[in-house]
Nanobody, 123 residues
Framework: QVQVVESGGGLVQAGGSLRLSCAAS????????MGWFRQAPVKEREFVGA??????YAADSVKGRFAIVGDISKNTAYLQMDSLKPGYTAVYYC??????????????????WGQGTQVTVSS
């Protein structure tokens, strides 16, 4: 059974940084994709970034502020968030896709999700 666990959320002041971690266990697929999404209150879940065997992807809204790093061979991913703004307050989720082809920006492409970690940016 695949399990996905995120950690590293918390409260930070605007302009500060946070690093979220994601670890997936029970993955036997050779080329998983690990994605990051976020969901703010009364908003839809939004793609943030992803990492796969062929590179990383970041949403235009976070390019220059967020970086996605990790080691797919070890099923680990990190979301480095810098220059945080109050508008980035949300629950951040890590997800794993075990598909050969997918649209990494689409939530329905992912098979397993973590429980989410709260990120709150104060002004």
């Amino acid at each position: 059974q695949v399990q996905v666990v995120e950690s590293g959320g918390g409260l930070v002041q605007a302009g500060g940084s946070l690093r979220l971690s994601c670890a997936a266990s029970g993955v036997t697929f050779s080329r998983p994709t690990m994605g990051w999404f976020r969901q703010a209150p009364v908003k839809e879940r939004e793609f943030v970034g992803a990492i796969s065997w062929n590179g990383t992807y970041a949403a235009d809204s976070v390019k220059g502020r967020f970086a996605i790093v990790g080691d797919i061979s070890k099923n680990t991913a990190y979301l480095q968030m810098d220059s945080l703004k109050p508008g980035y307050t949300a629950v951040y989720y890590c997800a794993v896709s075990l598909r050969w082809t997918l649209r990494p920006t689409t939530a329905t492409s992912y098979d397993y999700w973590g429980q989410g970690t709260q990120v709150t940016v104060s002004s």
